[in-house]
């Protein structure tokens, strides 16, 4: 099971709680409070492979988190999911390449198991 | 007549050489006795004691055969024996005025001749004696007889004529025939040896007759012709007209004279002078030119008018023609008045213009007329001056004219005024129009603005709430999957009941989301951004948020095109047309077999989308307003009449187009098309 780590950003604890329960039975999965938590978490385990993040966070931001975290680990494939619909801002980071797609809260289990499995093949 | 005085003078040279000296008178004696046509003779006791040299001629006997052989009835005509001897009684006893001194003697040669014979009583030698005279008057005689006969014949003339015919003499009727004293109504021997001839003279002319009379009588004048006013036995007034002459009658001078009466013709007369003066004083009063021309035209009369106008004399223009007092006429208005005249004999009421003899112009109406005068043919001219009128017709023609002229600029000035005018009403109207569709635009505009405000809040405010119930509803549908997980592994025996609620609480999260989701693609309109757009994903999302409108008895029939091409477009307006056009469908379709279908295609270059429903339908003078803003049919407050107003302008962005047909009663069909990119 090893690098088939995902990390999972949100502002909301019960949010990373239900990720953790509905993903992790089949997935290790390593949940951040914030931004900077999740740059920590990068910096820790450098098996993550895939990275979701939730858009609308104190502090920092999905867009700025992925931004920043990009730059030193440039080998992951970042997601945003988020309650909001899809966005300009996010159209853009996804044509920029930034992000590699978009998934919308509620979780859509199928969508997130597909595009986990797709990261690992 | 003559004879008679020759005779005399004769008889009173043989008295004074019978009485008086013999040497003195012998030779006139002589020339009497030698006369041939005197007979000269001395009767003594019944015999010719001495005849003549003319008596012999005039008997045819010798002085031997006579003198002493022969007495006065061997010559005389036995029948006038009783007269001769009658007359020398009368001459003897000294009577000289004796004029029954005719007789007839038996010639020598047994004719008749006619003799006057003058005797007088005389002494020859010692005794008594006649000496005569005897001249032969055959030859008068029967002239006289002729005379007697044309008497009787002129006296039955005169008696019966028509002219009164009078003698006077010793100041009385010596002769009056039958009409004379007729005229003057009185019985013939009332007049004649009766009556002063002065009474039938009227006081007022006496004095004019008496002198007439005295005239002739004196020699003064032997013919007088005159009138007079004569007095009726009656005491009327009776005119004659008199011709007498001074004549012998009975040896006396006389005079006779023919009357004619002439009231009747004196009170024509009187007419006439009374008509001629009233002709006269109405032709100078006629305040028109009046002439009568003969046929060459030559001026017979002229009134004051006519003087007066031509500023001539009537002497001037009497026997003249108008040419030759110097007036002129047109050569086409005289040819056509001759023209006239050959035709009709007469011309009425020509316009003509005429020159006067000072060169004056004056213009007139002229008419004339020919009739016949006499023996002749006359011209009746009359002219009417309308120089005045002329001149006034002119100079009102000169104001008409001006007037018009006027007129026209004023029209014309107006007309420019009017032109103006109405280009500047025309821009009035255009502003107008235009404010007015500015005022609508704006209002539009202001409509649309407050929706999109209202959209951009809703926007604003749907993104934020998607967020913060999303986030809720992943804890639900976290939870419920969790849950699931920990049933699942807990093997428990009604596990398949729970999963019905599990699934109930996922199925309530995934619509709240889907609501969540369009509501957030609703409100996406103010986007400036045209994204790629799927239509039918619209459609359905569309479709959720009316689900609480669509009543059970409303079928939806969607027949959407999946492999429909996305298109560039703003998603928030398409969400906004077809929201708008299926809500539309939604009321009008509200009876049992509502039915709404939607269609979903595409071509080549369109993307197209059909939307039609069973309802009520749209009447035809309603069709063609639905696009237009603020129209609408729906109860105020129900709606605001710009949704098909705003889808059409929509559409018209996306370069679109836009079409709804309906049959009322039956069906409404909507058609969107949209371009491909």
Redesign the interface.
Known sequence: MMNKSVLYVDDEPMNLLLFSKLIGAKYEVITAISGIDALEALHKKPDIKLVFSDLKMPEMNGVEFISKAKKSFDDKLYYIISGYELNNDIKKAIETGLITDYLKKPFNLDIIFKTIEKAFT | MRDSNILNKSLHFLRRYFKSDRTLYSELFNSITENPLIGVYILQDNKFKYVSKGWCIITGYSSEETVDQMRTMDIIVPSDETNLKEYVKKRMSGNTNTTDNRFRIIRKDGSLAHVKVYGNLIQYKGKNAVAGILIDITQQSAIESNLQENEEKYRNLVENSLVGVYLIQDNRFKYANNYFCEIFGYQPHEIINNIDPALLVHDDDKSKVAGNLEKRLTGKASLLKYEFKGLKKDDSIVYVQVLGTVMQYKGRPAVMGSLINITELKETTEALKESEHLFETLLNLAPYPISVTDKDLKHIIVNNSYCKTFKVTADEVLNKTPKELGFIVKDEDSSMIEDSMLKNNRVDNVETSLYDKKGNKKHFLYSCLKFKYKDGDLILNTFVDITEQNNIKEELSIHKENLEILVEQRTSELNVRNEELKRANKQLKDQKKDLQKTLTNLHTTQQQLIQSEKMASLGFLS?GI??????P???????S??IE?ILEESSINNMEEAKTYLNAINEG?RRT?DIV?SL??YS?RN?K?R?LCQVNNIINNCLTMLKSKVSGNIQIIKDLDLSLPEIQANEGQLHQVLLNIINNSLQAANHELAEIKINTSADNKYVNVQVIDNGEGIPKDILKNVFDPFYTTKEPGEGTGLGLSISYNIIKEHKGSIKIDSEPGKWTKTEIHLPIY
Do not use: C, K
Request: charged share 15%.
């Open positions: 993104a998607a967020h913060e119930i999303n986030n509803l992943n804890f639900i549908q976290g939870g999957l969790a997980q999260v989301s989701s957030n693609h996406r986007d951004d994204v």
